[in-house]
């Protein structure tokens, strides 16, 4: 599925940033039997947190749908740094999307829409996913979103 | 287990729904390996969201805790369209509940003992399961409560 | 690796507590496959939580390292009782750390480090886990913080 993914990526003109290193003492991800869980990832680019606030206060939804979008491209950059080789990713199984809102905020799947919708761009079928999506109460760094995911490995 | 959980249903005066649509650009379960993910329901019945606003704001505990038995309706309403079977889920694993509170609440458990009580009842043995209950800071659509889980499939 | 962990542990000063009673209609953990899922953890010590209030507000941050590592205990305390011999835990997967704060609040990676860091004490290389660490709206019973955990258990 590499090259597929990569072509993908391509076309959406996104080139997989390094994997960024994590914010404490934790890994990136961890491989258990034919899973890969990856850490939290927040909306890095160029090395730091692109989007910041809360999003329908200081921030528009197309602003959180564009940091979503960043945590998915920092989600699949891990995924890289995991395997070595995105054709050993069979699929991605789930995500959880918390975005950082006030809390008269309902607007959390159009946010994490900009991850999904990355996700199934850039990994066709194989990118469907489970996924749930909630307010939290703050992220880190004041970051505007944070998604974690499971993607399924293939048999070796 | 099929004939069981339906037996139980009955008993319970509860008929599955059809599965709900997604809110957005995903799917509603992934299966992997023996694992079925099931994505956050909301209190779905009839078709739209029946318990919105915050518990212990807007919404007694008693209201959250039936929007809580109506996620985890929806969640086994799910299970059935992705197996097209009950009797190929062996057990629920985990639910993570998270219910829309102001910053003060701390009943959480009592709420999504609406989802786990029903869970038990209507699954019985198979239904205990692990559970995180938090609130987040807000939720879709203003749903008084979103619930996850993850069953576990029987060996083909 | 049992007796790595209850070396580690002794060094650390530390007696594992009988693992706590689920606050309502669940259970503690659920194995499923190699993977044993823990339920939220909250800061119990001496059967009763030690830490409450809102991390940054009511309570330092040190507070809730304090309550993380409190957290990442009773996750220990649980898969002791649900293995009956540690040695039976291959390694630590991944946990997820719920804050208690208000909405301004951003240093969730350095309080859940109170858990990674304990967990990796006491665990060594097989402690090193992926991560997800946020705020939660609200937490049962004014917790400061909650933490649930996946184990990767050894092949039977």
Redesign the interface.
Same mark, same amino acid.
């Given at each position: 599925m590499s090259n597929i993914i990569l072509q993908n990526l391509e076309k959406l003109g996104v080139s997989l940033p390094q994997a960024a290193a994590?914010?404490?003492?934790?890994?990136?991800?961890?491989k258990?039997?034919? $899973?890969l869980?990856?850490?939290?990832q927040l909306p890095m680019q160029d090395g730091k947190i692109a989007k910041t606030g809360?999003v329908g206060a200081d921030l528009s939804v197309e602003d959180g749908i564009e940091a979503a979008r960043l945590c998915a491209i920092n989600l699949l950059a891990q995924a890289q740094a995991a395997t070595g080789d995105l054709s050993k990713i069979a699929?991605l199984?789930?995500?959880?999307g918390?975005?950082?809102?006030? #809390?008269?905020? #309902?607007? $959390?799947?159009?946010v994490?829409?900009g991850a999904?919708?990355f996700l199934?761009a850039a990994m066709g079928e194989a990118g469907?996913?489970?996924?749930?999506?909630?307010?939290? #109460?703050?992220?880190?760094?004041?970051a505007a979103v944070?998604i974690?995911a499971?993607f399924?490995l293939v048999d070796n």
């Open positions: 994590p914010a404490a003492n934790y890994v990136p991800y961890v258990t039997g034919n $899973q869980f990856i850490s939290g809360k699929r199984v789930k995500i959880v918390f975005v950082n809102s006030k #809390g008269d905020f #309902g607007d $959390q799947p159009k994490i829409n999904s919708d199934v469907h996913h489970a996924r749930s999506a909630v307010s939290a #109460g703050a992220l880190p760094f004041n944070e974690e499971i399924e």
